[in-house]
C-alpha cells in the first residue's frame, strides 16, 4: 500500500502560478503511475493530468494543456504539477491518486486509481 498527501495548495490571483506537490510514503512509489484530479463543488471529479512509473507516458488533460505540467522526481518520491496562466475556473480541491496497475487509456476514469490524497485547495481570483 502506498500512501500519497498534496501540498501547496493556496490563494493566487489570475494568471498566477502555483506548484502542487505529491509526495509518498509506504510501498516504492516509483513503481506507480501518479494523476491529479480536481473537483469543485458540485461538480464530479474532473481528470487533470497522468505520469507512468517510468516518467515517459504524461498525458493532459485539454483544459490545462500548455498551462499545466506533471513531472516526478523518483529520488524525492514526489510527482509535482506545475500550473500557470491560472484562471478563476481552475478553482477547487487538487487530488494526487496513485495506482500500479492501471492502464494509461484509463487514467481519466477516477473511480479506477486506488490510492487518494485528502486534497489540497486551489483557488483563483479574478
Known amino acids: 500500500q502506498v500512501h500519497v498527501a498534496e501540498s501547496g495548495g493556496g490563494l493566487v490571483q489570475a494568471g498566477g502560478s502555483l506548484r502542487l506537490s505529491c509526495a509518498a510514503s509506504?510501498?516504492?512509489?516509483?513503481?506507480?503511475?501518479v494523476g491529479w484530479f480536481r473537483q469543485a463543488p458540485g461538480k464530479e471529479r474532473e481528470f487533470v493530468a497522468a505520469i507512468s512509473w517510468s516518467g515517459v507516458r504524461i498525458r493532459h488533460a485539454d483544459s490545462v494543456e500548455d498551462r499545466f505540467t506533471i513531472s516526478r522526481d523518483k529520488a524525492k518520491n514526489t510527482v509535482y504539477l506545475q500550473m500557470s496562466s491560472l484562471k478563476p475556473e481552475d478553482t477547487a480541491v487538487y487530488y494526487c491518486?496513485?495506482?500500479?496497475?492501471?492502464?494509461?487509456?484509463?487514467?481519466?476514469?477516477?473511480?479506477?486509481?486506488?490510492?487518494w490524497g485528502q486534497g489540497t485547495q486551489v483557488t483563483v481570483s479574478s
Open positions: 491518486a496513485a495506482d500500479d496497475h492501471l492502464l494509461d487509456t484509463d487514467w481519466g476514469t477516477a473511480r479506477l486509481w486506488k490510492y
Open positions: 509506504g510501498r516504492t512509489f516509483s513503481a506507480y503511475n
